[in-house]
């Protein structure tokens, strides 16, 4: 397991940081079976969105990125070395019972290799996101700006 520890005093700096991890993922995707699950956890104004928007161009892609909150999930086509792969953006904070969660029980999405899956509120859909991932966390720190982003990859 890795961790590591970053502190972030603005939005443009959270973003810069997504946008290295989207960087390296440009270089080079882990081989895998199944696409790279990113689990953000943090409460509401914590800096996901953001962090996603810093992804999204480290990967090089060009779309304005929002969040989908009442979609659910937004897909973003990206091509690396001829390939077609998928940014999908995830927002689960709507997610309220398994019910509510079965548009999302598609696992092709989750097992595509092709795709990059950055879910924000994962504890809500804990049976779709389980498994290896990288994991981060956005902590609130004492100024209004201020965070403490945690990145850690769980087995």
Do not use: C
């Amino acid at each position: 397991m890795f961790k590591i520890r970053f502190a972030s005093g603005s939005a443009g700096k959270t973003r810069k940081l997504g946008e290295a991890l989207g960087a390296e993922l440009r270089k080079g995707f882990p081989k895998s079976r199944r696409g790279i699950i990113i689990r953000l956890k943090g409460n509401l104004g914590s800096g996901k969105t953001t962090f996603i928007q810093g992804i999204a161009r480290g990967l090089g892609l060009r779309h304005r990125i929002v969040s989908p909150t009442f979609l659910l999930m937004r897909v973003y086509p990206f091509t690396k070395q001829g390939r077609s792969k998928k940014l999908l953006h995830i927002d689960a904070y709507r997610i309220a019972t398994k019910k509510d969660a079965a548009i999302l029980e598609n696992k092709k999405f989750f097992e595509n290799p092709l795709h990059i899956i950055v879910v924000e509120w994962p504890e809500r859909i804990p049976a779709l996101v389980r498994g290896p991932a990288i994991q981060i966390n956005f902590l609130h720190g004492a100024r209004e700006n201020e965070r403490s982003i945690i990145i850690q990859t769980k087995p």
